[in-house]
């Protein structure tokens, strides 16, 4: 109801091999957002994307690629996934504005094994 | 950089009153507060733009004090529904990402 889903919800994987993470939104925002959250990191920023095929790095963006090619819909893969990268990924959409914050989808647990 | 927030965790009994601080060392275009409970997605509390401003949102306020680079989130007359982890996340130009602090776990006990 938030308009925003990520799948999967949790997924087991193992080391080396290539993840892709789905984030759709119906809200038809220009913005949207990877972060990962790790215990005592909170949340830090993977990739985003201000439109479709306008995408940017993050600060913590090694190992992480992005494509938008539709308004609804962002992927995040990782290229060969190691332990490192187990986490809980969210994603986010915002409006441009001044008013608006982000919506946060319910995240996908992420575990490399 | 990534913002400063205090304490890291703090324990309450309902009715008690709290405040949560968030401090940047560079200048900042607006605030955000998030709360997370456990288990779930950040939610969205307010924003506060430079200015000066402080908001409401029941019994939740927040300010911001420009000349300092400093947010504080005021929760008075503590709920058990409070508890949480909250997250302030700072944009320093209104056109980039928020970038969060590590988070304030706010436990509330009856």
């Known amino acids: 109801d938030a308009g925003i889903t990520q799948s999967p919800r949790h997924k087991v994987t193992e080391t080396g091999t290539p993840v892709t993470l789905r984030c759709h939104q119906t809200?038809?925002?220009?913005?949207m957002y990877w972060y990962r959250q790790d215990p005592g990191h909170g949340l830090r920023l993977i990739h985003y994307?201000?439109?479709?095929?306008?995408?940017d790095k993050g600060e913590v963006s090694d190992g992480y690629s992005v494509s938008r090619s539709k308004t609804e819909d962002f992927l995040l893969t990782l290229e060969s996934a190691t332990s490192s990268q187990t986490s809980v990924y969210f994603c986010?959409?915002?409006?441009?504005?001044?008013?608006?914050?982000?919506?946060f989808g319910s995240g996908t647990r992420l575990t490399v094994v | 950089q990534q913002p400063v927030q205090s304490p890291q965790a703090v324990i309450l009994r309902e009715g008690e009153d709290a405040v949560i601080n968030c401090s940047s060392s560079?200048?900042?275009?607006?605030v955000h507060w998030y709360r997370q409970k456990h288990g779930e997605a950040p939610v969205f509390l307010m924003i506060?733009?430079?200015?000066?401003e402080q908001k409401g949102h029941e019994k939740i306020s927040a300010s911001f004090n420009e000349k300092k680079q400093q947010s504080s989130l005021y929760l008075t007359a503590s709920q058990l529904s409070y508890s949480g982890t909250y997250f302030c996340?700072?944009?320093?130009?209104?056109?980039?990402?928020?970038?969060f602090g590590k988070g304030t776990r706010l436990s509330v006990i009856a």
């Open positions: 996340g700072t944009d320093v130009s209104g056109n980039t990402p928020l970038v």
């Open positions: 986010a959409i915002s409006r441009r504005g001044e008013t608006y914050g982000y919506t």
């Open positions: 809200e038809n925002h220009r913005y």
């Open positions: 506060l733009l430079k200015g000066g």
């Open positions: 994307s201000y439109g479709v095929k306008d995408t």
């Open positions: 560079k200048a900042l275009y607006s």
